[in-house]
């Protein structure tokens, strides 16, 4: 008998099993949904039974109701992506760059409440919500045992109004945690204490979910959990209540075989695994993995390969739950009880264990043999484009000279060799120099193996006599204080010390563009001369400008091949069969000669599974930190908004009404920017550090701030004057309506022309806004690739976009526009900006957004040319479901959200 309404469905469906402890918990069955006859369940992806867990647990009849429940049950490999899901997560992870601009909207949403005389305090998080500060120390000392309370030292006196702010709301909101400063990085932090197995309502029981606002999120897929990085507009959402809305998605199935090489890291492997998944265009699809080789990795190891999904483009890199994951648990020092509440619960839902080939159905199936790994490297740009190790040299010296329209550097190829004084004695600068070096990025920084690696490699450099050249700024950055405790208790960290590799702070440092400063003459001298000097990095993100603006070749390589980077110091190298050096005894050392082998470094590993060491670490995060409990919080349901330069009431509220108001048709629009290809979060939002002369430094000064004081833009993403003003201000972003030089290469930097003269996109818009004209920007394929930062999207709104026209989007970056207010909009077919001979001179129509918007309608672009010739063109808008529909129908989804509450 069909199962028509909800009781029925719940009655069928909500079974009890026998938990370790012998008490009596109740779930919600998959094995009795498919045996109700709803859908073959057993047969979906193990990440969408997980999916299907929590729509069928929430289904009420309101937002969750029986047809989403039978839509996933019924998923169709190779269907049509029509059905949207609501996904109620359990709970929401933020770092501090994303996470402080979202409690000024918490904030800026209590004000509201209030002055629409309803109570402050119906703005509150309805799942727990764990922010964690990572994203802020900086690595201006390094090399030196202090380097890390001076680096702190420094973070919290930048930081300090962010930091109040951020107590303000642990005493504010019932739900809302932070993990202080100098504890470690967001992800890593999931890993090891945040998730703690089953969640629980009385003796109900279901699996952890969650949605944060980092792309990185999906590290905890690694362990079974299923969750993805969301815009912070989105997670507010969440954290609010609301459901994830998504279409339901393709799944690639990748099988692992067999094992990996000696001598080959998880590092080597998750960069195969970028460039295999980015070629196959898994761009929003969900990659799971199964097979004997997957059942082989540690969950470490699976940790590092979830962690990159937003590199190889996926929404998720799953691995389902297994016999590893609970002996991880047990390894990081969890609770017993929840480590065997866990199995049970999978295994009642026979959802426990790695699945073979053949038993699940995938949209598609990818097979990579883990035998076939070998070491890489990958970069200099982009993290999915892999090196053989032994190839880096050669692949330098052809990007040297190749155009930057090819990914090069555009420089002639008889001046690679040159080398150059630095204005520091004895210290000459050239090509491919490694300037920083830096062990970083929760990617690499959770898996002990690689770690364990780095150092033992040091051990050796050591004991042989190789050296770091001192002016080469090396760091190291855990991702969590167990590191240092087990790279200590193995007699490690001092050897990495000596070469450099000091401690330098618990957080994302290089990875995400707080390398901090090089030297004042390396600067200039880089600047001078045009040399491409290089950074190498274990992390994840290499895009241009991302790790400083001084250094354009930027590769992503396991710990140990950094320390042997750092050693050898030039990138123009083939560490294979060149030395790295020479030793004490005159002789050249070479990297077979130091790495170690897997035995060595599984001599180490138990260390690093201590679990009375992690309960230890975890047990009280405030114990002892004095920087942190010396702040003083700021107490009150609402806040006061004190003058600052960090912390400001946004204004995306102002005007705000119960009704929304009609959408109606774009005119005379003008172009902002005209951009090509793999444009990145990075090069759209505020990043890194910025200069005097900057549309935001000019504004900081003019406030008082000193140079020196300036901070970062990510520290600052709490006011939206310093925001919109570095929106499209990266060094490297190329706004191609700018004319070419005769070598047909176009200025960089923040700059668009206005009435045909060149000036600042932050200059342009404000003078668009205040006559009235509104703009949009065109792009090419991959528009909003890289970290899932909202500030790109609420830059983009606040400079008054309407619309952005792009070839394809990532993911995130396009709901966030849509969260924002901003139309999304594809070009069709082979359409293109440059195909249609747009310069920047045509006005601008979009006709079809008056009356009802459907999701993915047509939206037809009017192009009238100076000359008076007038061009229509088709366009798909990128609204893609009916609830952005509404979000943006009232004008994102703050608003949305906060009319919702406030009826």
């Known amino acids: 008998m069909a199962v028509t309404d909800i009781e029925t469905l719940r009655q ?61 049950a019924n998923w169709e490999p190779g269907g049509e992506r029509c059905a949207e899901i609501p996904f109620v997560v359990a709970r929401v992870v933020l770092q501090d760059f994303t996470g402080v601009p979202l409690l000024c909207d918490l904030a800026a949403m209590r004000d509201v409440a209030a002055e629409q005389g309803r109570d402050p305090k119906r703005i509150e998080p309805l799942v727990p919500v764990d922010l964690v500060v990572d994203h802020s120390v900086q690595v201006d000392h390094y090399g030196s045992p202090i380097a890390l309370r001076q680096n702190m030292e420094l973070e919290f006196e930048r930081n300090r109004e962010r930091y109040q702010f951020l107590k303000w709301g642990m005493q504010a909101f019932d739900t809302f945690g932070v993990v202080p400063p100098g504890i470690g990085i967001v992800h890593q932090i999931n890993l090891e204490y945040l998730f703690r197995g089953l969640r629980e309502e009385g003796d109900l029981y279901y699996p952890d979910t969650l949605v944060g606002t980092d792309s990185h999120t999906t590290m905890i897929n690694g362990l079974g959990v299923v969750g993805w990085g969301v815009g912070g507009i989105e997670a507010e959402a969440a954290m609010l209540g609301q459901p994830v809305y998504f279409l339901t998605p393709d799944v690639i199935g990748v099988e692992l075989r067999g094992k990996l090489p000696e001598g080959v890291t998880a590092t080597d492997l998750v960069l195969t695994v970028t460039e295999l998944l980015r070629r196959e265009k898994v761009v929003g699809k969900f990659v799971e993995f199964f097979g004997d080789g997957t059942a082989n990795l540690t969950v470490t190891d699976r ?40 199995e049970a619960w999978f295994r009642a839902q026979q959802m426990f264990g790695v699945p073979r080939a053949g038993e699940i159905d995938y949209t598609r199936t990818l097979v990579l043999d883990l035998a076939t790994i070998t070491p890489s490297v990958a970069g200099p740009k982009r993290p999915q484009d892999r090196i053989p190790l032994g190839g880096l040299g050669a692949r330098f010296t052809e990007l040297f000279s190749a155009p930057t329209a090819a990914n090069g550097f555009g420089r002639p190829a008889e001046t690679l060799r040159e080398r150059v004084p630095s204005g520091r004695e004895n210290i000459a600068l050239g090509n491919g120099d490694v300037l920083i070096a830096a062990i970083t990025s929760c990617t690499n920084t ?13 051990r050796k450099a050591v004991e042989a006599g190789l050296r770091v050249q001192p002016h080469i700024k090396t760091s190291l950055a855990p991702g969590s204080r167990v590191v240092t405790d087990y790279l200590e208790k193995a007699g490690l960290l001092e050897p990495l010390a000596e070469l450099g590799f000091a401690l330098a702070g618990y957080g994302c440092t290089t990875c995400i563009g707080n390398a901090g400063d090089l030297a004042p003459e390396f600067n200039e001298t880089i600047a001078a001369h045009h040399l491409v000097a290089a950074a190498v990095l274990s992390g994840n993100r290499n895009f241009e400008a991302r790790i400083h603006p001084s250094i354009r070749a930027n590769f992503l390589a396991s710990p140990p091949l950094v320390v042997a980077f750092a050693l050898a110091g030039t990138v123009n190298i083939d560490l294979t069969r060149d030395p790295l050096g020479t030793g004490h005894n005159g002789k050249p050392v070479f990297l077979r000669d130091l790495w170690p082998s897997s035995d060595e470094i599984a001599a180490v590993m138990p260390l690093a599974m201590d679990p009375a060491n992690y309960r230890q670490r975890y047990a009280d995060l405030t114990r002892d930190h004095d920087l942190w409990n010396a702040i003083a919080a700021p107490a009150g349901q609402r806040y006061d908004w004190p003058p600052s330069t960090y912390i400001a009431r946004p ?14 048709a774009i005119r005379s629009a003008h172009a902002l920017l005209l951009l090509g290809d793999s444009v990145t979060t990075d090069h759209i939002s505020p990043a890194g550090s910025f200069r005097e002369t900057t549309p935001a430094g000019q504004w900081l000064s003019a406030q008082g701030v000193a140079r020196k004081d300036f901070n970062s833009y990510g520290s600052r993403r709490g006011h939206h004057e310093v925001m919109m003003r570095g929106t499209f201000a990266n060094v490297r972003i190329r706004n191609l309506m700018l004319p070419a030089d005769g070598d047909g290469n176009r200025m960089e930097g923040g700059y668009t022309l206005l009435d045909g003269q060149l000036t600042t996109v932050y200059e342009a818009a404000m003078a668009y806004q205040q006559r009235g004209t509104p703009t949009l920007i065109f792009a090419g394929e991959e528009y909003g690739t890289g970290s ?39 070009f069709k077919g082979e359409d293109s900006w440059p195909a249609l001979g747009l310069d920047g001179s045509e006005q601008f129509d979009l006709d079809g957004l008056d009356g009802e918007l459907r999701p993915l309608q047509d939206v037809t672009l009017v192009i009238h040319r100076a000359d008076g010739d007038t061009r229509r063109v088709v366009l798909q808008c990128r609204i893609d479901t009916p609830i952005e529909v509404e979000y943006y129908r009232h004008g994102g989804i703050l608003p949305y959200v906060l009319r919702e509450i406030l009826r």
């Open 303 to 342: 940790a590092t390969i979830a962690n990159m999904a937003p590199e190889y483009g996926a929404t998720m890199g799953f691995f389902p739950v297994d016999e590893k994951s609970v002996a991880y648990m047990r390894g990081t020092g969890r609770d017993e009880r929840n480590c065997a509440l866990l």
């Open 12 to 72: 069928q469906t909500l079974k009890t099993f026998t938990t370790p402890g012998g008490e009596i918990g109740r779930y919600f069955s998959l094995p009795a949904l498919e045996a109700a006859g709803i859908g073959p369940v057993s047969r979906l992806p193990v990440s969408l039974r997980i999916v299907l867990e929590a729509v069928l647990r929430r289904c009420d009849g309101l937002k969750v109701d029986i047809e989403h429940v039978r839509q996933l």
């Open 651 to 664: 204004p995306f509220f102002t005007g705000f009404g119960m009704t929304p108001q009609p959408t109606t």
């Open 788 to 826: 899932s930062r909202d500030w790109a999207a609420k830059g983009t709104a606040l400079l008054g976009v309407r619309a952005v026209i792009a070839r394809s989007f990532e993911r995130i970056h396009r709901s966030n526009l849509v969260g924002m207010g901003v139309l999304p909009l594809q």
């Open 446 to 458: 959770s898996n002990p193996a690689v770690l364990i690696a780095a150092g033992l490699l040091a």
